[in-house]
């Protein structure tokens, strides 16, 4: 009896090392939703991801949108659509639509060969497989040299350098989160909490700041 214990012990063991291996998928807590806040026009609207797998790979998927009024009167909207396929460490496909105010846009990436091939406004960009989305919500890829734009497909090179850390209030509580500057072809400030759960996202549009927080 104790050796067939012993033994199933053994097997268990060898299977659980054996799909940590494999990258076994293992999805964050889902859905996991921000308020998107301009500095002229207040809470403007919604950035919510959810997380599932099929079979090892991770796939994301982001809904955003925002309405903008002025005297009760919409004079902006935007509605967006992403979704990630994540194999590990690296973004196997991407596709996303976006309507910007009336303006439609289709991206996509996939990967071909040894390089992703990345579809956008500028037409197809070939780039190197561990190039991303402009998505911050993986902490492991902040620093990945080369990004594509969520909405329009364009490379950009960047470089993100961590800086002090930062108390910020997300659901009421005051968190030390980890903060990254990124400059180059996008800039922006990226917050992340102790364990690289994505909190905030900061970024300058038209002079004003937007932030996008989790609640």
Known sequence: MMS????????????TTASKQAGACQPPESPATFVINH????????????????????IVETKVDVKVKVLFITVYE???????????????????RTDDG??????????????????????????????????PWNIDVVDR????????????KVQADRVKSEM?????KRIEAQKFVVQGGLERELLYGPDG???QWRLERDGKTVTITRQ
């Not at 994540?86 to 991407?94: E, F, K, M, Q």
């Not at 009336?102 to 500028?122: L, N």
């Not at 910020?168 to 009421?172: A, L, N, S, V, W």
């Open 78 to 96: 935007r509605e967006a659509r992403y979704r990630e396929v994540w194999r590990g460490d690296r973004l196997i496909a991407y596709e996303a």
């Open 168 to 172: 910020i209030k997300i659901g009421g």
């Open 39 to 58: 500095e002229t026009y207040g809470d403007i609207g919604t950035h919510v991801l959810t997380f599932d797998c099929e079979g090892d790979d991770l």
């Open 197 to 199: 759960t994505w909190l």
């Open 145 to 156: 040299p080369l990004i594509f734009g969520q909405r329009d497909g364009r490379i950009h």
């Open 102 to 135: 009336g303006d439609e846009y289709v991206t996509t990436a996939k990967i071909g060969g040894d390089a992703m091939i990345v579809a956008g406004v500028g037409g197809d960009a070939r780039v190197p497989l561990d190039t991303v989305s402009s998505h």
């Open 4 to 15: 067939r214990l012993l033994l199933a012990g053994f097997l268990w063991l060898a299977l």
